[in-house]
């Protein structure tokens, strides 16, 4: 099914001269034009806005002020510059063969944890390897969209962490005698790390922060063989920051999806051992008897469909996106035995032994490469989040994205995918190949309409935190002030 949409574009900055960029997606195919925007008069511009809009033409360029929802005179005149970017490929047109072919494997990594990930682009031996990590509850399967479509360009893996997605355990971590009583969901089959004793295997096991850095860092030797392009929405961009910020040397660069800037609220034994002692049980098998209950209680509510359901209403903006992959995909993984226990270990798992904070000073120090994309929308991890980090980082590329939620690589994937792109080329050409949205050329423009858009605002290095607080305040404000005059 073609998508059309328009972008807006805002380029927050005060060092270097704003520029625009129409992106056009209709019949499978971004159109992407590019003009400079100029203030009359001279003077150093702060902020500029350019929309991008569907139709058989380019599209509008419009001012500062200017109503997306009005009619706006544009010049005429032939293109000077035009860029086609691929869309994503449209199967149901026939183009099943245009999309890269994803592939499933697995590897015992440990005893009875066997990792699940995906991978595309194989045949791409000279391009560079891109690596996607989950967010919480999910696996490899929400890159769907980046495994057909970048996998036409790069070698791309998406991997399932353990304890999620098809990387939960091949047996029972724990053992249970036969005087145990059964677990009040299952009747028949008790679940899987509700035993009283663990298996030797899963000793001091637990599906933490920390694991889940060390099983990046077998993917990325053991697997990959090389250094990546690593990218993670919510959990997952704090496990590819962390695995930045401890192993920089196998790094080329860090895309955050929407990034959770916290997770595991117990202390970590390694930096807080006084404090950590003082907590009987995180995260280990088998879970205690009180425990277990409330798992019973959480888990026979998160796991109900229609729950689920709910929360994928909750983390996408856009609720014609297709979700109905996305949602049997995770009912299945609810059903298998050992999800559960798997569940309240990751909930009471410890911390990191570094913090987000300290993960991003670390890559800073290290002169880690890093990409922000966040949606707008986010009822979770808000743009606020996104612009702390661009506080740290000034030089890092922040792109929001409107409307967009949780998870704009499933939600918007022909910006992300389209971001992704320009910035991986950016960083592979040494610099010499500009930003995404940034580059020098001029287009002139004709009239068309509108039928869906999508905003993108860009953040320059010398964007202003507290001013982007006070931008994002005087927004609201006025949507508030439109929804009562309605």
């Not at 599209?59 to 005429?76: F, M, W």
């Not at 249970?176 to 679940?191: H, R, Y």
């Not at 970590?268 to 009180?290: E, I």
């Not at 792109?399 to 960083?427: F, Q, T």
């Amino acid at each position: 099914m073609n998508r059309d949409f328009c972008v807006v574009m805002e380029i927050i900055s005060q060092n270097f001269l704003p520029q625009c960029s129409v992106v056009t997606w209709s019949s499978n195919r971004l159109v992407c034009n590019r003009s400079n925007i100029l203030i009359p008069g001279g003077g150093r511009i702060r902020k500029s806005r350019l929309v991008i809009r569907n139709g058989t033409s380019d599209g509008y360029v419009v001012g500062e002020n200017d109503d997306l929802g009005s009619s706006i005179a544009t010049r005429r005149g032939d293109s000077k510059s035009k860029v086609l970017i691929p869309g994503l490929p449209d199967q149901s047109n026939g183009e099943a063969a245009a999309a890269a072919q994803i592939t499933t494997s697995q590897c015992e990594w440990k005893p009875n944890l066997t990792v699940n990930y995906e991978k595309s682009g194989c045949d791409n031996v000279e391009a560079p390897a891109v690596l996607f990590l989950p967010g919480f509850g999910v696996g490899s399967f929400h890159y769907e969209k980046q495994l057909t479509d970048l996998g036409r360009d790069y070698r791309v893996w998406a991997v399932d962490f353990v304890g999620q997605g098809l990387s939960l355990p091949t047996q029972d971590p724990t053992t249970t005698t036969l005087s145990e009583e059964t677990s009040s969901l299952e009747d028949k089959e008790p679940f899987w790390g509700f035993g009283d004793e663990a298996q030797p295997w899963a000793d001091q096991l637990v599906y933490s922060l920390d694991l889940w850095r060390e099983q990046v860092q077998y993917i990325v030797e053991e697997v990959i063989g090389e250094p990546v392009y690593i990218a993670g929405n919510s959990l997952g961009g704090y496990v590819a920051l962390y695995f930045a910020a401890t192993h920089p040397h196998l790094v080329k660069g860090v895309t955050l999806l929407n990034a959770t800037p916290f997770w595991g609220f117990f202390p970590n034994p390694v930096r807080s051992p006084r404090l950590a002692r003082l907590f009987q049980w995180s995260g280990t098998f088998p879970l205690p008897p009180r425990v277990k209950k409330l798992t019973e209680l959480v888990w026979q509510k998160i796991s109900d469909p229609e729950s689920i359901a709910e929360i994928l209403k909750q983390v996408y903006k856009d609720h014609s996106t297709d979700v109905d992959k996305v949602f049997s995909r995770i009912v299945e993984i609810t059903q298998h035995p050992a999800a559960a226990a798997s569940f309240a270990s990751i909930m009471f798992a410890p911390g990191g032994e570094l913090s987000f904070s300290e993960a991003l000073s670390r890559c800073k120090e290290n002169n880690v490469q890093i990409c922000l994309m966040y949606g707008r929308e986010d009822p979770w991890v808000g743009p606020i989040w996104g612009k702390k980090i661009k506080k740290e980082l000034p030089n890092a590329p922040y792109y929001e994205i409107s409307p967009a939620g949780h998870c704009p690589h499933d939600e918007v994937p022909e910006v992300v995918n389209y971001l992704m792109r320009g910035w991986i080329k950016h960083l592979e050409s040494g610099g010499f190949e500009a930003l995404p949205l940034l580059e020098d050329g001029e287009e002139d423009w004709e009239q068309s309409s509108i039928e869906k858009a999508v905003n993108l605002w860009l953040y320059g290095s010398k964007y202003s935190f507290w001013g982007g607080v006070g931008e994002a305040f005087r927004a609201g404000l006025v949507r508030v002030l439109r929804g009562k005059s309605v």
